[in-house]
């Protein structure tokens, strides 16, 4: 009896793709992981946290907003 075709089975998928796709974006999270790193060091670089300090005097014989000279 002719019934319905068995239906066919689809073509094999080519892994090699989604392999470079899967290497592609662990690449990127990697570098993406690396800036944000670097920025994070960069700020906490700039901050005096020594307990140094300034050992200068501070010069406080400048003027005011309003301009009067104090000596």
Known sequence: ?????????????????????DASEAKLAAEKEKSLGLKKKGMHGTILNTGEGITEEADTSGSLLGGKKYP
């Open 1 to 21: 009896m002719g019934g319905k075709p068995q239906p066919q089975m689809p073509p094999p998928v080519d892994t090699s793709v989604q392999d470079k796709v």
